[in-house]
């Protein structure tokens, strides 16, 4: 039996604050459009229907719609017949609001490498067991085209980005999925000005390559391996290059959303 007393209790209870209508209303959208299976580019009801089905304020659903569209569930469409269209929600939109987080307790960047490095080789062991077909072949085309367009950086950061997203993906675990993708924006570093040369671009495609045939072979303690060498020559390149990037504190406006 409890022995904190009624008063404490009820001091307890006291201290939440309630949220904002427009909070608990774009939480009852959010639930509608995930009950209902609504895929992306589906529209939504208008204005005019909401204010109508909701009951509220025209200040408050347009305050609930603003805070959905920032957090990328919805898209506003301007003119006649617009309205609020679904949308799906990327990792990016995640990575942001991480760094604003992050920028607020002044980590630094090297906090985002340490997670990776724990993470990384988790998720490669995971995906060694559990990858489908189709994910191993993404993973080949990824390193065929980052291969192919070795020049291009933008290419480059793109495959880079997919690769280490499908090993997440692979490993079946979606919040494992969703932070992993979220890090590697924010592990870019290109905002930092941080560079990747052609030399430095072949041996992360080699690496690539390595940990790809560790998980097709079905490995997992090489995949892991693999991994950990991937995702700890990262690090030792930014701390003989960019030393002062490591150890700066991260920013919000260097996550572009």
Known sequence: MST???????????SHRPRKTATLLA??????????????????????????????????????????????VITIKTGPGGGPIVAQPKSRHFASIIAMLLQLTHTSFRSVLEARNVLEPALARMAATRITDEQLAALEESV??????????????????????????????????????????????????????????????????????????RDPDRAAAAMAVHIGDFATYLERNYPQVVDAPLRWDQIDP
């Not at 904190?4 to 006291?14: C, E, I, K, L, V």
């Not at 490993?171 to 430095?200: C, H, M, Q, R």
């Open 144 to 217: 065929k085209a980052m291969r192919e367009n070795i020049e291009d950086s933008e290419h480059f950061l793109a495959e880079n980005e997919r690769f280490h997203a499908t090993i997440a993906e692979a490993a079946g675990n979606p919040v494992f999925s969703l932070i992993i993708s979220s890090l590697n924006w924010i592990a870019d570093a290109t905002p930092l000005s941080v560079e990747y040369p052609p030399k430095t671009r072949q041996a992360i495609c080699k690496e690539h390559s390595r940990i790809i045939k560790a998980i097709a072979a």
């Open 27 to 72: 939480q009852r959208i959010v639930s509608e459009i995930a009950d209902r299976h609504l895929e992306p580019g589906t529209a939504l009801p208008s204005e005019r229907e909401m204010l109508e089905e909701y009951g509220v304020a025209r200040g408050t659903l347009r305050e609930a719609l603003r805070f959905l569209e920032i957090q990328g």
């Open 4 to 14: 904190t007393s009624p008063q404490h209790r009820s001091r307890g209870r006291a």
